[in-house]
């Protein structure tokens, strides 16, 4: 059974930093696609930075320079340094992986941990 479970969520002031875990199991890990992503209120979800098998990186255009993302494939764990925050990085963040069961794709979600960017 997948599990991912996040945490390093907090509260910080703008310009300050947090590192987020995303703790996997239940699955492949050094095999997958691992992503986060963040949910703003009021706002639909969306895709902050995202890390391949191979180590291959992307990011959204808002996070570009401030978040990395990495993985440690002998923890089975993802993380998100996220530096500079800024009020709009608030939100709940996701970690996301996509297995598949031998028919279809499926996306498996952790339940998310909050991040409060506030002075």
């Known amino acids: 059974q997948v599990q991912l479970v996040e945490s390093g969520g907090g509260l910080v002031q703008p310009g300050g930093s947090l590192r987020l875990s995303c703790a996997a199991s239940?699955?492949?890990?050094?095999?997958?696609?691992m992503s986060w992503y963040r949910q703003a209120p009021g706002k639909e979800r969306e895709l902050v930075a995202s890390?391949?098998?191979?180590?291959?990186?992307n990011y959204a255009d808002s996070v570009k320079g401030r978040f990395t993302i990495s993985r440690d494939n002998t923890k089975n764990t993802s993380y998100l340094q996220m530096n500079s925050l800024k009020f709009e990085d608030t939100a709940v963040y996701y970690c996301k992986t996509r297995r598949s069961n031998g028919i279809v794709w499926l996306d498996h979600w952790g339940q998310g941990t909050q991040v409060s960017v506030s002075s």
């Open positions: 239940g699955f492949t890990f050094s095999m997958s696609t």
């Open positions: 890390i391949t098998n191979g180590g291959s990186t």
